[in-house]
């Protein structure tokens, strides 16, 4: 399983920006997904959680609540952060993760040891 993620760069606060993670391999419609992110210094941290098609849960960090949307394109298996208003708070490096477990994705634990994690993609905000 890879993941591939993408989108990222460097915008003004209140601009929005889509990233994406192309996933190849895998169950893909048995998946949980995720998007974590790490800023400097700091722990990684989860942002949100996408539960398989046939269960459709969903999970957002209270940071973020109201000006981000995650999304799948189940026929082209990609996953999706719409990130609208951004703030300077929001500039980490942004990662996908995906398991067939949802609880840790669920429950927006960075469980780096568990499932399948892509090499992020860089989004600052000045």
């Known amino acids: 399983v890879q993941l591939v993620e993408s989108g990222g760069g460097s915008v003004q606060s209140g601009r929005s920006l889509i990233l994406s993670c192309k996933v190849t391999g895998g169950p893909k419609l048995t998946f949980c997904m995720g998007w974590y992110r790490q800023a400097p210094g700091k722990e990684r941290e989860g942002v949100a959680a996408?539960?398989?098609?046939?269960?459709?849960?969903?999970a957002y960090a209270d940071s973020v609540k109201g000006r981000f949307v995650i999304s799948k394109d189940n026929q082209k298996n990609i996953l999706y952060l719409q990130m609208d208003n951004l703030e300077p708070e929001d500039t980490a490096m942004y990662y996908c993760a995906a398991d067939i477990k949802a609880w840790w994705l669920l429950a927006l634990r960075p469980q780096t040891d568990f499932g399948w994690w892509g090499q992020g993609t860089q989004v600052t905000v000045s």
């Open positions: 996408l539960a398989s098609p046939s269960d459709g849960r969903l």
